[in-house]
């Protein structure tokens, strides 16, 4: 089975741009949650979709939005970006059980410059 | 509400010596706990899982923890560190639905 697969792997931008990244679930997984890692905050949950339906929400400001596919893909999108949105972002994908553990992807390691 | 405390920041040990990162935590309900490795660059990995079945879980790599309720503890341990075990390490803890709470992570050295 394919794991988790997040593209791009690498992503350089300026101040004030928008960036989209991607995320393809473990086949047969509906959910899909999003995180954040840097170095001094840790890992920060941003969101998780089921099913197309975003189910939780971390504490982020309105410039990070997602969504989700009929396929379970998702995207993440940060608008306006500022130099503190660098950092290391990872998907993660579960199956339907709700001890089910998550599956992560490589991430995608955004720098903002 | 919950949380996880690990309690190290770094733990540094010879290759073939005992491993003990430790991990404690607070929860409302009856948990779900789990480990995870990070190599650099990479995402996280799954080394094992406790959903209130056996106290002692086994993961890969010859690592195990020990659930102790008594003790809100879920400590990772290996007989026998290997250099490939130096990576980071994330004790989480589910509690409520979909609710998942990161370690702030213990960065395992190990020197030959």
């Known amino acids: 089975k394919a794991g988790v697969t997040q593209t791009p792997r690498y992503l350089i931008k300026t101040r004030g741009q928008q960036v989209t990244l991607s995320c393809s679930p473990i086949?047969?997984?509906?959910?899909v949650s999003w995180y954040q890692q840097t170095p001094g905050q840790g890992l920060q949950f941003l969101f998780e979709?089921?099913?197309?339906?975003?189910?939780n929400k971390g504490n982020f400001p309105g410039r990070f939005s997602g969504r989700q596919f009929s396929n379970s893909r998702s995207e993440m999108n940060v608008s306006t970006l500022e130099l503190g949105d660098s950092a290391l972002y990872l998907c993660?994908?579960?199956?339907?059980?709700?001890?089910?553990?998550?599956?992560f992807g490589n991430g995608t390691r955004l720098t903002v410059t | 509400a919950q949380s996880v405390t690990q309690l190290d920041s770094h733990v540094s040990v010879s290759e073939g010596t005992p491993v003990l990162l430790r991990c404690n935590y607070s929860?409302?309900?009856?948990?779900?706990l789990f480990w995870y490795v990070q190599h650099p660059n990479k995402g996280l990995q799954l080394l094992l899982k406790?959903?209130?079945?056996?106290?002692l879980v086994k993961g890969i790599n010859g690592f195990e923890a020990e659930f102790k309720k008594s003790e809100t503890s879920f400590h990772l341990t290996k007989p026998s560190a290997h250099m490939s075990d130096a990576a980071e390490y994330f004790c989480?803890?589910?509690?409520?639905?979909?609710?998942?709470?990161f370690g702030k992570g213990t960065m395992l050295l190990v020197s030959p």
């Open positions: 406790y959903t209130s079945a056996a106290t």
């Open positions: 993660a994908s579960r199956g339907v059980r709700e001890d089910s553990p998550l599956h």
């Open positions: 979709y089921f099913s197309e339906t975003q189910r």
């Open positions: 086949s047969g997984h509906r959910s």
């Open positions: 929860s409302s309900y009856s948990p779900s």
């Open positions: 989480v803890v589910r509690g409520g639905y979909s609710t998942l709470t």
